[in-house]
C-alpha cells in the first residue's frame, strides 16, 4: 500500500480526480460567459434559463440552477473519490487525516444534537451542509448560486418535512394526530400553522439571505459606478470612465455575503434539520412501543 | 435570453433539487462515508488483534521467565550438591592422607627408638667390658697380681650389675 501511494500511477490518479473534480467549474463559467448578454444597468433578476421542456401541470426550465447543482454534486463526488483514493488503516496520508477529522466531526454534531437513535443520519446532514455550502460559494467563482433560487432551497426544506412527518409518525398515526392537541385542544390551529411554518422558514431562511447578499452587492456596487463617475467623470478619456470607488468594499461586501454567510446559513439549515427531526421524534413513546411489540411476541 | 423570476415557484423543479439533495446524500454515504468506515474498523481490527498478540506474548513471556526461575533454582542446587560432594570426597581423602602419614611418622618414630635402644645397649655392653677391662687393669695394678681372669669378671660383673641397680 504504502510504496504504492508513490507510484506515477497513484499520482496520476490524483491528477486526473483533481482535474475532473474542477472541469464542471469550468464548463459551468464557459456557460455563463456563452449565454449571458452584457449586463445593462442594475439587474436583479433569477436564474437564467437555458431551455424548457414541456411537462404536465408546469412546464419544466433547466436554470443555471439547476445546471449549477449538477456541477456541484460531481465535483464533491469527485472530490470524495480524490479524499478516499489510497485510505490506509496503517500509513493515514494528509487528505486521510481531513477526512477523519471531517467524518468524525459530522458524526460527533449528529450525535450530539439528535441522539443515538439517528446516528445514521450523519451523511445526510453532511450532504445538506455540503450542497449548501458548495452552492453558496460558486459565487466566489462568478456563478449563480443555487441556493439564491427559492426552488432548490424550499425542495431541501420539503425533504426535511417529510422526514420530520415520517419521524413523528413512528409511533402510528393516531399518535401523530393527536399531538397537534397538545398541551391543549383549541391550540389545534396554531400547532398546524406551526407545522406548515417549518419548511417554509426554512426555506426563506436560507433563499432570502444568500439572495439578499447578492442583492446587497450588486445595489452597493451599482451605486458605487454612480458615485464614482460623478466624482472623477471630468478626467479625459480611460480615468474617467474607470469606477476607482469599486475597488475595495465590494471585496469586504463578498467575503461576508459569499463566504461568511453561505457558510453559516449551511450550518445553520444542517442544525435546524437535525434538531427539527429530534425534537419531532416522540422517543419515549417510540421505546414504549418497542417494549409492548417485545412483549407481546 | 429568458431569465425565471426572482420569487418564483415550479415543483418540477423543487423535484429535480430533492432528487439532487438525495443524490449528493447516496454519493457523499457510498463514497465516503462507507470507505473511511471500513477503514476505521480495518485500523481497529488491526489495533485489537495486535493488543491481542501483545497479551500473549507477555503471558508466554511470563511462563518461560517462571520456567528459567525453576530452572535456575534447580542449578543452584546441583551446584550446591556437587560441591559439597566434592568438599566431602576432599575431606575424606586429606584425613585418609592424614592417617597414612602418621602411620608413616609412628613407624619411624618406633623404629628410631628400637633403633636407639639398640645403640644403648650396644654401648652399655661395650662400656661394660671396657670398665671390666679397666677395673681387672687397675685391679692387677692393686693387687699386683694377676687374677684369674674368669673370677674377676664375675666379680666385676656382679659388681656394675649391683651398681646398675643402685643408680636406677
Known amino acids: ?23 464542471p467549474i469550468i464548463f459551468g463559467m464557459m456557460l455563463y460567459v456563452l449565454f449571458t448578454p452584457p449586463a445593462e444597468g442594475i439587474a436583479i433578476e433569477g436564474s437564467r434559463i437555458f431551455f424548457t421542456i414541456n411537462m404536465p401541470l408546469q412546464p419544466l426550465p433547466i436554470t443555471e440552477s439547476q445546471v449549477n447543482s449538477w456541477i456541484v454534486i460531481v465535483s464533491v463526488f469527485f472530490l470524495c473519490l480524490y479524499l478516499t483514493h489510497g485510505l490506509s488503516a496503517t500509513h493515514p496520508t494528509k487528505r486521510q487525516h481531513i477526512v477523519e477529522w471531517g467524518i468524525e466531526q459530522t458524526k460527533k454534531l449528529v450525535s450530539d444534537n439528535m441522539g443515538e437513535f439517528f446516528d445514521s443520519f450523519a451523511p445526510f446532514v453532511a450532504a445538506i451542509m455540503v450542497l449548501s455550502a458548495f452552492s453558496s460559494l460558486l459565487t466566489l467563482v462568478g456563478l449563480y448560486p443555487p441556493t439564491s433560487d427559492l426552488n432548490v432551497v424550499g425542495g431541501w426544506a420539503l425533504l426535511v418535512f417529510v422526514l420530520i412527518t415520517y419521524y413523528k409518525c413512528k409511533c402510528g398515526f393516531l399518535h401523530y394526530v393527536k399531538s397537534f392537541a397538545e398541551p391543549v385542544a383549541f391550540l389545534t390551529p396554531l400547532n398546524l400553522i406551526g407545522e406548515i411554518a417549518t419548511p417554509v422558514s426554512m426555506a426563506f431562511r436560507h ?6 447578499g447578492s442583492v446587497i452587492s450588486v445595489l452597493v456596487a ?4 454612480t458615485l464614482s463617475s460623478m466624482i472623477f467623470g471630468r478626467l479625459p478619456g480611460f480615468l474617467g470612465e474607470f469606477p476607482f470607488l469599486q475597488i475595495g468594499l465590494p471585496a469586504v461586501l463578498s467575503v461576508y455575503f459569499d463566504i461568511f454567510s453561505g457558510l453559516l446559513q449551511a450550518f445553520i439549515f444542517a442544525m435546524l434539520t437535525m434538531l427539527y427531526i429530534a425534537s419531532g421524534f416522540p422517543e419515549e413513546d417510540y421505546k414504549e412501543k418497542l417494549k409492548r411489540q417485545a412483549a407481546s411476541h | 435570453m429568458q431569465s425565471s423570476e426572482v420569487i418564483s415557484i415550479n415543483i418540477w423543479q423543487i423535484i429535480i433539487s430533492i432528487c439532487n439533495l438525495l443524490i449528493l446524500f447516496i454519493l457523499l454515504k457510498k463514497f465516503l462515508y462507507k470507505p473511511v468506515q471500513n477503514m476505521l474498523k480495518q485500523r481497529q481490527d488491526i489495533i485489537d488483534k495486535s493488543i491481542e498478540s501483545a497479551k500473549q506474548a507477555d503471558k508466554e513471556a511470563q511462563s518461560s521467565k517462571k520456567l528459567y526461575e525453576e530452572k535456575l533454582r534447580g542449578a543452584d542446587d546441583e551446584a550446591a550438591e556437587i560441591i559439597s560432594e566434592a568438599k566431602n570426597k576432599a575431606q575424606r581423602k586429606s584425613d585418609k592422607i592424614v592417617a597414612s602419614a602418621k602411620d608413616k611418622a609412628d613407624d619411624i618414630v618406633n623404629r628410631a627408638k628400637a633403633d636407639a635402644e639398640l645403640e644403648v645397649r ?24 694377676e687374677i684369674n681372669s674368669d673370677d ?3 666379680l666385676i660383673d656382679s659388681f656394675i650389675e649391683n651398681l646398675g641397680e643402685n643408680d636406677d
Open chain 1, 1 to 23: 500500500m504504502n510504496e504504492n501511494r508513490y507510484s506515477a500511477k497513484f499520482k496520476a490518479v490524483d491528477a486526473l480526480l483533481i482535474t475532473l473534480m474542477i472541469l
Open chain 1, 222 to 225: 451599482a451605486a458605487l459606478q
Open chain 1, 207 to 212: 433563499y432570502g439571505n444568500i439572495l439578499s
Open chain 2, 152 to 154: 674377676h669378671k664375675k
Open chain 2, 122 to 145: 650396644k654401648a652399655q655392653s661395650q662400656i661394660k667390658h671396657e670398665i671390666t677391662e679397666v677395673s681387672t687393669l687397675l685391679s692387677e695394678k692393686i693387687l699386683e697380681r
